[in-house]
């Protein structure tokens, strides 16, 4: 609480629009509601509602588990620009080790605030397309590292990762310039590890309604 | 069950990466093993299990992982048959499967391992190539109209007297990139004094004339036109260069007395008069998208004024 106006702040600088019918990301693409009651928050299905965006562009959690959907965009540095999905996946997932589930792409983290120290490993991937746009997909692990002195195979999280390089951009602006860079949208499910097979195909639900523009 | 035979120096290999590996030299056994794979295509799947130990205790569970995963997939491997549950049972702890469950049927399509990516998904979304990666857009300028407040201070040098002011304006301008660094700015631009300033004048006016004396409030308005250029140093900083024109008009409200030359007979009511406004501007300041600072020094006539301004953004082409 004693963050409320930083939080007010970060929740104003949200990447998009939410309406009834869809999130409309200012990234350019958006994300289909689907047939719910909007005025609960319901995104998806009935199960799904919004949670708090903050850090995210859209942010749900299930009603009864733990499971998330979320899905971020980051901007891409100029050395990234031609590095391939699957590169940019392993890349990420290696990001998410030591720190918290928020990082930054160029590998910059933001201190966890219960110095949590999370390991992380790519389980299995595969090259994919969603919405025609270049993408790759991942199954990791996740494990807290104090956990793994009392247990070596104690996970606290299983998740699916999207990783999509396609026509998703952020403004680049300087002074009275600006031009369109691309950008890598990053959709995850996560979940405990027994409760993870319930929602899988909800994350396949969300990834089936993102609609992207054209181009820049 | 008979197994298929290995070749002499792979058993020697073999046997000599066990010896390894009870003395904990872990390094060294998955290098003999890697030859004996190399030597023998027999029992590859006690091999690459003897490889998944000595991996793990390296922590190299990915590795691990990934050779478990090839035993497992080896279709005639009767040693991977006769001990599928300890291969799963350490796939299981290389890849943090706990609800492995190791099948005497090793693995199928249909019941894929747990740490596997679920087959609707890849069927869903799979692809084998991918399109070209989209690039983004060249730099081009923006334009902004926005709209401004500030208030400061003003030093005037008339007729009039010698008293600052504050000073209010508001009004809006339209800002576009040239080229580099460079950006252009147009102003238009209503201010007014805020102080009541009980002030006594006494002049000569032009034309018929030759007597005048103003008591009372004084306010002075402006309205006038600037142009400017802009350098964008970065971060959002800016410096700027420019000239204002426009006009003054300066009002005495109580008290004012006209002697037309010639007549003794005084004229009284509002004293009006007014300036040709002409300034250098120069400025600094910082803008984001959303809203932007900037402290903006004027001087020539009247003589000088120094301004807070905050702009906001109101449309951008």
Known sequence: ?216 | MVLAPLSVLAQGLVESARSLQQLGEHEAAVVVLQRALAESSAERGRILYRMAESELALGRSDAAAAHLREALALPDDEWVAAHTADVAALLARASGAAAASPSTEGPSEAAPHPGALPPSLVDRFGADTLPPLPGGTEWSPVYRVQAFLGAGLFAPDDDFGKKANALLVCGAELTGGLFSIFAFRVQARFGLTLLNVKQFSSWDPPGPYYRAHAYGDRRDLFVDLSLGLRANVGAGLFVGVGGRFGYRRIHFDDEAEYRPRGYDRSVEGDAIAGQIVRQAVVELGWRSDHIGFRIEGSAGRPRASLLGIVTIPIVTL
């Open chain 1, 1 to 216: 609480m004693r963050y409320w106006i930083l939080w007010m702040v970060l929740a104003g600088c949200g990447g998009g629009r939410l309406t009834a019918e869809a999130f409309e990301s200012s990234y350019g693409y958006s994300v289909e509601r689907g047939s719910v009651d909007a005025a609960r928050d319901e995104f998806l299905s009935a199960d799904w509602r919004v949670d708090s965006q903050v850090g995210f562009d859209l942010r749900l959690r299930h009603v009864r588990h733990n499971g998330v959907l979320w899905i971020q965009v980051l901007k891409l540095k100029e050395e990234y620009l031609e590095m391939a999905p699957a590169v940019l996946t392993r890349n990420y997932v290696e990001n998410l080790a030591g720190g918290r589930w928020r990082v930054r792409f160029d590998g910059a983290r933001i201190r966890s605030r219960r110095h949590v120290r999370w390991a992380t490993t790519v389980l299995d991937e595969h090259p994919a397309l969603i919405g025609a746009q270049p993408a790759h997909l991942a199954l990791i692990d996740v494990a807290n590292v104090d956990q793994l002195q009392l247990d070596a195979d104690a996970r606290v999280a299983r998740a699916l990762v999207a990783v999509i390089r396609g026509n998703v951009y952020w403004t680049e602006t300087h002074g009275d310039r600006q031009r369109r860079r691309p950008a890598l949208m990053i959709v995850v499910y996560q979940n405990a590890p027994g409760e993870f097979d319930e929602s899988v195909e909800d994350f396949e639900r969300l990834l089936s309604s993102i609609r992207f523009p054209e181009g820049p």
